[in-house]
């Protein structure tokens, strides 16, 4: 006892036996060899003891009563009593109108009923500024709508620059290479948190979703400089590319469970190197997945372009890499465009970054100058008028007429059929997550009034070439200043101005905010 005393495990002893002053008296009376001294010790000790744990019942109890009487309060103030039920029930209209408004919508679509019949018109579908049209391609089941609208852009250069030569992309073959990006990008930034708790905001953000196929144009550019692009013939979709969805669960629990081995690693001090190569395995797996979903990625291949008219040139043999300098010119699409937001509730003609909205762990976090909508109709203006489509994301299914391929803020009149308002602007629905980025398309079209003044814009869908207007939709100038957030534009139509704004130190954002989510 005297040594549990001296190495401090007094507690435990008094724990893992019934400590009583009968105890005290019988070890008294069987241990001879202890001093008086010692036992003196050792009884003030277990007084101690006994004090510090009553203190610790007591405190206890108090927090289990202060946590009674916060419930008790949570129902008393903050529910709903029989008194304002009976209130909320009182000011419901009971007229013939409400009964037969709530047939009509037990029966029907809301926005069928709330349609807007003065807009119901036939549509106006010229445009004052058109690029040249191209193949409107399908994404299907899957989020891949930032690598659809991307290659729109490549594409479409390429045809305005090479006589109209055509080329229809693979995103089968560079959506391989983002997954398995994304899986590294988790795997090492558990690695990297690994010292921080479970419940850490970082770790959660990372475990959350591991995985996901949506993403924005800075992708489309670390992707490429890094693998290339191939024709769709050298590699076609699959079903898993089209229907993401078993296959990201899959991959997704197999990197949580991966994750959890990496920060066991790193708790237990294993070595740097021993965690890469485990990282490396596990990465391993996941390359194996992602070849039977998608298959594995060409190397090389052989293809003959055709001109307008359809007929095939002469076949040659090409990297992914060769492939995408032929198409571009380019090494990379990096340092070529500026990326702008539309985001009222920050300062604008600042440059801002969004922490982890990145596609590789070496790659570029998505950074943005923030402009007014004003200022993002003249850079996007500029680009058409050079026959060059742009990379452009929205909030596409507010006010969205599917059938037309429509978007007007005047489509549907939720408040008549409800007999309320909806008067939130554009910084309180992305504050209060009512509205954000969610789709990507390519702008393509604007048409102008006489002063040069936007009256509506045509972009390129990805819903395949029956969706509304041939693959395409329009949208009028009003729906585009509400619900229009990044555009993505040549560095050439941006001013000396803007070029200086766009390359000053950005403020960091972090990726939890409301507006950042990625473009499915």
């Not at 570029?364 to 500029?382: G, Q, R, S, V």
Request: with cysteine; aromatic share 12%.
């Amino acid at each position: 006892m005297l040594s549990a005393i001296r190495s401090g495990n007094l507690r435990k002893e008094f724990t893992d036996t019934e400590m009583t002053e009968d105890t005290f008296s019988k070890r008294r009376n069987t241990r001879k060899k202890n001093t008086w001294q010692g036992y003196c010790r050792m009884k003030k000790q277990y007084k101690q003891y006994k004090i510090e744990m009553n203190k610790k019942v007591l405190l206890a109890g108090l927090m289990l009563a202060a946590v009674s009487m916060n419930i008790s309060a949570q129902q008393k103030d903050g529910g709903i009593s029989q008194k304002m039920l009976s209130e909320i029930k009182k000011s419901q209209s009971q007229g013939a109108a409400d009964k037969a408004l709530f047939n009509a919508i037990a029966s029907n679509s809301i926005n069928d009923l709330a349609k807007n019949f003065a807009t119901a018109g036939e549509l106006d579908t010229h445009f004052s500024v058109e690029t040249k049209k191209q193949n409107i391609h399908d994404q299907k089941q899957s989020g891949r709508c930032w690598m659809f609208s991307g290659f729109n852009v490549i594409r479409g250069n390429f045809a305005a620059q090479s006589d109209s030569l055509k080329v229809d992309l693979s995103q089968d073959y560079l959506f391989f290479y983002d997954q398995l990006e994304k899986a590294n990008l988790f795997l090492q930034g558990v690695i990297d948190c690994a010292n921080k708790p479970m419940d850490d905001k970082r770790v959660q953000f990372f475990f959350k979703n591991p995985l996901n196929d949506g993403g924005t144009f800075c992708g489309v550019a670390d992707l490429t400089e890094k693998y290339g692009v191939v024709p769709m013939s050298a590699m076609p979709e699959t079903f898993s590319a089209e229907n993401t969805s078993k296959m990201a669960s899959l991959i997704t629990s197999k990197l949580r469970e991966y994750g959890l081995k990496l920060r066991k690693m790193v708790a237990e001090k294993k070595s740097k190197q021993a965690i890469q190569t485990e990282k490396t395995k596990m990465l391993g797996t996941v390359y194996h997945m992602l070849k039977l979903t998608l298959g594995e990625p060409v190397t090389e291949f052989t293809y003959a372009f055709k001109d307008k008219n359809g007929k095939s040139l002469e076949a040659k043999k090409y990297t992914p890499k060769e492939f995408f300098k032929l198409l571009t010119g380019k090494e990379t699409l990096n340092g070529t465009f500026i990326m702008v937001m539309n985001d009222p509730r920050r300062e604008y003609y600042k440059t801002y970054e969004v922490d982890f909205d990145r596609h590789t762990y070496d790659g570029h976090n998505w950074k943005y100058l923030n402009l007014p909508m004003d200022e993002i109709a003249k850079l996007a203006i500029a680009s058409l008028k050079d026959g060059k489509k742009m990379y452009s994301s929205y909030d596409v299914g507010k006010f969205l007429d599917r059938k037309r391929g429509y978007c007007d803020v005047n489509n549907f009149d939720y408040g008549s059929l409800f007999s309320t308002t909806f008067p939130m602007n554009k910084a309180e629905r992305i504050e209060t997550f009512d509205s954000g980025s969610t789709h990507a398309m390519t702008l393509s079209a604007v048409d102008l009034d006489a002063q040069g003044n936007p009256l509506k814009w045509k972009v390129e869908n990805s819903w395949g070439p029956s969706w509304g207007q041939g693959g395409c939709l329009i949208m009028t100038n009003e729906w585009f200043n509400e619900y229009m957030f990044r555009l993505v534009v040549d560095k050439k139509y941006v001013s000396e101005k803007l070029l200086k704004l766009a390359a000053q130190k950005p403020v960091k954002v972090m990726p939890e905010d409301p507006l950042f989510g990625v473009d499915e």
